[in-house]
């Protein structure tokens, strides 16, 4: 079947720690997005990418960073930078079209200790 | 600077009625569209519809329906004759034509509906 799929989908990490969460779609999409979604709050965009070797930083993106060496695949980085990382992190991928609706992956729930 | 207010944080409903969920919306762009995304426990979002601010006709999908209003500035959902399925968090969202695809999405906060069997 054709999706997204993230992993780990629960992740737990020290401080000071960065930790790699990975994001896989076979949608053949080219555009790929990565969420961060926390109570209360909705959902923030972090970092996005149209096309491969290329990516864009979204509204949240200090303390994280991405790649884009392959279509299917956008792995995103959250350092130790990120002063509050525990979150719940989804993944998503567009045709690319024009305002194009967007298909999620079931997230990753990430928690420091 | 866009942005999208549901106002109702949680909603629960007994099975077989019918309940609304308020989004309302805010830009200067005359050129916008409108999305609203499921949640199930499961964690994705699914898509469920788009409209453009130049289409303001009702949508009606089975038991879904959706009442776009510009003078209000709210893209309102009813669920008819609700189901237990149908329990998940819904969110409301944005995307001004000044954006290339839609990585510029502003999402509301979110509804949590429960239903009640």
Redesign the interface.
Known sequence: DGG?TQSPKYLFRKEGQNVTLSCEQNLNHD?M?WYRQDP??????IY?S?IVNDF?K?DIAEGYSVSREKKESFPLTVTSAQKNPTA?Y?C?S?M????????????SRLTVL | AQK?TQAQ?EISVVEKEDVTLDCVYETRDTTY?L?W?KQPP??????LI?R?SFDEQNEISGRYSWNFQKSTSSFNFTITASQVVDSAVY?CAL?ESA???????T????TRLTIIP
């Open positions: 997204i555009a997005y209360g709050q909705g959902l923030r965009l996005y149209q864009q979204g719940f989804l998503a567009s690319g079209l024009e305002h194009g609706e967007l298909f999620f992956g079931e997230g | 999208v944080t569209y999305f995304y499961s964690g994705e979002l699914v898509f788009r453009n969110f995307s954006n290339f695809g839609n990585e510029k999405l999402f509301g906060t979110g």
